[in-house]
């Protein structure tokens, strides 16, 4: 949590609205469709508050150390092909790991130039000591999980010319981190590892998250791309393998002919088109939902969500508070009102030190916990506890 009041981050509306995307990723299209004026939140400019372009995204240690994962596995299967090791149980495998010093080097590494970006995360600054603490508790699993996910990739014999950083055709081997686009679909995407032989074209993703059926529909988008990139794929070839890797296992994902492609092209076309007619107004539309509200990391900006209704079945909230005084340490009387509620009423912040809430602030609270007020007491006055993962947001 923020020490001082002064130092909370501003619940402010942005400086100026994003243009429509040139070309749309497969993330920022389900995003825009489930809510625009998310992805609007998300990539408008906030100077006030860093010097980068959109929001600060809200850090969760799974996805830093996802990220760590991914750039480990870039490293090892970029070091494989160049060596011409089709795969990490093969021989000679063994000391080309060797001279990176083994996978907990190369992980250790990649974390720890995830942390450095982290760090630079205004809505992070206060929190690196725990995610450091988290990420590092959660080395073994991480771990474990490049192992897995890298024993699983094979057809490394050679690094692919062209190489995924290229924007020229696309050699045969392996190829990571490959830039596909579609100028005439307005597509663009990042496909992980793609591996080409005579016959052979396969596209694999790394996941190191529990396993979505959106998965399977983000490598049809890439298998799309791919037929349509003609820079990458000149001679239009066709997927013949998509596989997606997770630190549990492999899932083999159906391969789409000739005239799915088509028909998905189709349909993305007029999604697209959907997508930016929403974005033509400004600011975009919310579009209030209890379960996309509850995932979204700029919801203390949506002014919609804070009076539209939604679920406080769960064990945390969301509050609009407006301190009222100190009572003793540690808690705060408030008036309070969850999303949805006109009236505020008093409620009790424990865990909330008078540095942080000086009586008069109005600010947003993401994520408290719900107390459970002691029937022997007989006091019913709301009681709420913010947590090491709650966030709090001064009001302007």
């Known amino acids: ?174 190829s990571e981190e490959v830039t596909l686009r579609s100028p005439g679909l307005k597509l663009i995407g990042v496909a992980d590892l793609i591996t080409l032989g005579p016959d052979h074209v396969e596209i694999r993703d790394f996941k190191s998250g529990r396993p979505k059926e959106q998965h399977l529909e983000q490598l049809k988008f890439y298998a799309l791309l791919w037929s349509c990139d003609r820079r990458r794929n000149p001679e239009g070839r066709l997927v013949t393998a998509l596989a997606l890797s997770y630190p549990g296992g492999d899932r083999v994902v159906p391969v789409p002919t000739e005239r799915d492609l088509t028909e998905f092209a189709e349909e993305i076309r007029g999604r697209v088109e959907a997508a930016r007619s929403a974005l033509g107004a400004l600011p975009p539309p919310a579009r209030p939902a209890v379960a996309a509200c509850s995932r979204c990391d700029v919801r203390h900006l949506c002014e919609e969500y804070w009076v539209t209704k939604g679920s406080v079945d769960g064990e945390y909230v969301d509050l609009e508070v407006t301190i009222a005084a100190s009572e003793a340490p540690g808690t705060v009387t408030t008036q309070a009102r969850l999303p949805g509620q006109r009236e505020a009423n008093p409620a009790r912040l424990r865990g909330a030190t008078p540095r942080l809430f000086p009586e008069g602030l109005e600010a947003r609270v993401l994520g408290a916990r719900v107390s459970r007020m002691d029937a022997e007491v007989g006091d019913a006055t709301p009681e709420f506890v913010l947590t090491s993962a709650s966030e709090v947001f001064a009001l302007p």
């Open 1 to 174: 949590m923020t020490s001082d009041a002064a130092d909370l981050l501003r619940a402010a509306p942005p400086a100026a609205w994003p243009d429509p995307p040139a070309a749309y990723s497969f993330t920022s299209l389900a995003v825009i469709e489930e809510c625009p004026r998310r992805w609007a939140l998300q990539n408008a400019e906030y100077p006030e508050l860093w010097g980068s372009r959109g929001y600060p995204r809200l850090l969760n240690v799974r996805q830093l150390t996802g990220l760590a994962v991914h750039a480990a596995l870039e490293t090892l299967i970029s070091s494989l092909a160049e060596a011409g090791i089709p795969s990490a149980l093969a021989p000679g495998a063994v000391e080309v790991l060797t001279r990176h010093g083994g996978l907990s080097v190369v992980l250790a590494d990649a974390l720890e130039a995830e942390l450095g970006r982290a760090s630079e995360n205004p809505r992070a600054i206060q929190r690196m000591g725990r995610i450091r603490r988290q990420a590092e508790e959660l080395m073994p699993e991480t771990r474990a999980a490049l192992q897995r996910m890298l024993s699983e990739v094979h057809g490394l014999a050679q690094r692919a010319k062209g190489g995924g950083g290229g924007s020229g055709k696309l050699g045969e081997g392996a």
